[in-house]
């Protein structure tokens, strides 16, 4: 079982996941909260508010499970990889390519070879090099 998490570890998730404090109208750090945003891929903005002194107040666990599931929108497990290991919840967004072609390879592939996106999704950069160079290297025919 994972320890009761504190305003501290509320904040620490913030910082982590580069949340950005919420300014006042006058442009000041809002008072009676610290308030956080973070805008998500999909347009939505997260906002939550961690009461002050931000110290190591236990929240209870009821109050714990709203801000998890309404406010911070992660799981428990998701809060706690942020906290402890860095690890940064993925929020929808894509995760990066393991390898891209370059977009000059992608063009000489589909002009010299005769490549669909189809073709050319499965193959790395090194065997598209290689079928060119072997096309190339054949005698025209």
């Given at each position: 079982m994972t320890r009761p998490a504190t305003r501290d570890d509320h904040e620490r998730f913030c910082t982590t996941e580069s949340w950005?404090?919420?300014r006042g109208a006058r442009g000041g750090r809002v008072r009676h909260h610290a308030t956080y945003e973070l805008p998500l891929p999909d347009g939505r903005i997260l906002r939550t508010r961690i009461s002050r002194p931000v110290d190591s107040?236990?929240?209870?666990?009821?109050?714990?499970?709203?801000i998890?599931?309404?406010q911070l929108q992660v799981t428990t497990v998701e809060f706690?990889?942020?906290?402890s290991d860095g690890v940064v919840p993925r929020r929808g967004a894509p995760a990066p390519p393991e390898e891209t072609?370059?977009?000059r390879l992608v063009f000489l592939a589909r002009r010299e070879l005769g490549l669909t996106d189809t073709?050319?999704?499965g193959l790395t950069r090194d065997d598209l090099v290689a079928r060119l160079d072997e096309h190339w290297a054949?005698?025209?025919g």
């Amino acid at each position: 079982m994972t320890r009761p998490a504190t305003r501290d570890d509320h904040e620490r998730f913030c910082t982590t996941e580069s949340w950005s404090p919420v300014r006042g109208a006058r442009g000041g750090r809002v008072r009676h909260h610290a308030t956080y945003e973070l805008p998500l891929p999909d347009g939505r903005i997260l906002r939550t508010r961690i009461s002050r002194p931000v110290d190591s107040t236990v929240y209870g666990p009821s109050l714990w499970s709203h801000i998890l599931r309404d406010q911070l929108q992660v799981t428990t497990v998701e809060f706690w990889a942020c906290v402890s290991d860095g690890v940064v919840p993925r929020r929808g967004a894509p995760a990066p390519p393991e390898e891209t072609l370059p977009a000059r390879l992608v063009f000489l592939a589909r002009r010299e070879l005769g490549l669909t996106d189809t073709d050319l999704a499965g193959l790395t950069r090194d065997d598209l090099v290689a079928r060119l160079d072997e096309h190339w290297a054949s005698p025209p025919g």
